[in-house]
């Protein structure tokens, strides 16, 4: 029973909406957030990888890096760039002094309660005890949210909600990916920073007609509050769900469901976990002497009721909607071979058939192409070999077991610095000069398919590093939940 809920959601201003929206975090290097912040000054990078704003000599985790992620988050809200959600609220032409004016009277009652007489301290003391462990206190409108992603001939529909971290903990939110200590360490750090979730994690699930007729009748009913094409071309629209009973139906259809899968962001989710079940134990350790201060004010509460640290913001598309595309390997190492030699040791692994100079693209699953010394090669995975397995009988799997660990050398996969991962966004002729650029060789692969993803996962087995490669990818920046 998967715990899916609307939430209070702080967006840009619709008119800034394009220039604010980014792609992942992760899909960019830091030379080319640095690039893209240059080109686009408004963009969320700025906010989602602030180590592109500093010199190389700063380390892209030291503490300087997540205080100025805060910095500028802060300065947008300050600025009206972002504002809070509310169907109730001002026409968006007049959003900016709506935001202006709000953080005006903010600062004016902050200074007023600061001067109140010691008879209020007692209450003033529970208050900063109920922010300090995310208590809310007074209401907000709370929405889903339809997302609607066109790329080319490519339309996928999905939601932007929360999800619950213990759902994660419990594996009803199913992971297929290992997370590498400093990247959830990292997310663990900007999200405390912040004192948001701002990236949401791409999640799946089987197709439901239920939410999929929900999605629709909200798509019918009114002009979205987003669209606009990015910088890369995507198209994006957004819808709020502001009736009552569609977020009931919406909230019970998804309670119906058993599993909801990660697509991608396992470190994101991952640390969202971890920040839920520290905030979860200060909590309990505090709650006798909350109740004691409070006179039994707070004596019931519970964190999955009052904090937004006990939900996550994720995005989730049906199986139906997604595409997933090759994710490909470029080594630097022939494993001490000469090209004609590993060509050779390869043959006896695989089917082995020259294509060309012309890139060749893996047309089905079991057929995995090399690129080597400026030439295009087949390898076909003989079926009769194929494990049952449904990790080894993955084609990256077979390709590591039969290639890359025995002829490259290449046994850790995660943390080898003679591999490298490209998108298969990039292109073959991007994966072919990079290749070349490092004196080695490069693998394309047929894409993973969805069911694949779902027999891994439901085993609790997990896949090979970047096995799966999702376009297009929801923006981060659109969406903001704050803990």
């Not at 080109?39 to 989602?48: A, E, G, M, T, W």
């Not at 760039?81 to 709000?102: G, H, Y």
């Not at 009277?105 to 003033?124: C, I, K, L, P, V």
């Not at 439901?458 to 990818?473: H, I, N, Q, V, Y």
Request: hydrophobic share 45%; aromatic share 8%; glycine share 6%.
């Amino acid at each position: 029973m998967a715990d899916v809920i609307p939430f209070t959601n702080f967006r840009p201003a619709a008119h800034l909406a394009a220039r604010v929206a980014a792609a992942p975090y992760d899909t960019y290097s830091r030379r080319e957030a640095a690039a893209e912040i240059h080109k686009h000054p408004l963009s969320f990078l700025r906010i989602d990888k602030p180590a592109a704003l500093l010199p190389d000599s700063v380390d892209e985790y030291a503490p300087e890096v997540y205080a100025l992620a805060r910095q500028q988050l802060d300065g947008d809200f300050a600025a009206g760039v972002f504002v809070l959600d509310d169907v109730s609220a001002e026409r968006d032409t007049a959003e900016r002094d709506t935001a202006e004016q709000a953080a005006a009277e903010r600062n004016a009652a902050e200074r007023s309660a600061a001067q109140e007489s010691t008879d209020g301290q007692a209450t003033s003391e529970k208050d900063t005890l109920r922010d300090a462990l995310g208590i809310k206190t007074t209401s907000a409108p709370a929405y889903y949210y339809v997302y609607r992603l066109i790329q080319d001939d490519h339309v996928q529909t999905g939601l932007v909600a929360c999800v619950a971290a213990t759902d994660y903990d419990s594996a009803i939110i199913k992971r297929h990916e290992n997370t590498r200590a400093h990247k959830q360490q990292d997310r663990v750090d900007h999200i405390n920073a912040l004192g948001a979730h701002t990236g949401p994690v791409l999640l799946t699930y089987r197709s439901c007609v239920d939410v999929d007729a929900a999605l629709q009748v909200v798509c019918a009913a009114a002009p979205p509050l987003f669209d606009f094409a990015a910088f890369d071309g995507v198209r994006h629209q957004v819808w709020r769900v502001a009736d009552r009973s569609l977020q009931a139906g919406i909230q019970a259809a998804f309670a119906n469901l058993d599993s909801l899968y990660i697509a991608d962001g396992h470190h994101r989710a991952a640390a969202a976990a971890l920040i839920a079940a520290q905030r979860r134990a200060s909590f309990e350790a505090s709650a006798e002497a909350l109740t004691r201060a409070s006179t039994g004010a707070l004596a019931g509460a519970s964190l999955g009721a009052s904090t937004g640290a006990s939900h996550f913001l994720a995005v989730l598309f049906g199986d139906d909607q997604m595409r997933i595309l090759d994710y490909n390997r470029v080594v630097s190492t022939l494993g001490g071979h000469t090209p004609a030699r590993l060509l050779e040791l390869v043959a006896a692994r695989f089917n082995l058939e020259k294509q060309g100079t012309d890139p060749y693209r893996p047309d089905r699953r079991g057929t995995i192409a090399l690129y080597l010394d400026g030439c295009w090669y087949k390898l076909s995975i003989d079926p009769a070999t194929r494990s049952t397995d449904s990790v080894d009988s993955l084609d990256i799997a077979i390709l590591h077991s039969n290639l890359l660990a025995p002829l490259l050398g290449i046994t850790d996969p995660r943390s080898d610095p003679h591999i490298a991962y490209v998108g298969g966004s990039r292109g073959l002729e991007e994966l072919a000069r990079r290749a070349d650029a490092a004196g080695g060789a490069a693998f394309a692969l047929y894409p993973c398919s969805m069911t694949e993803l779902f027999t891994v996962a439901d085993a609790g087995r997990l896949m090979p590093p970047k096995s799966t490669w999702f376009e297009p990818k929801p923006a981060s920046g659109l969406f903001i939940h704050r803990l």
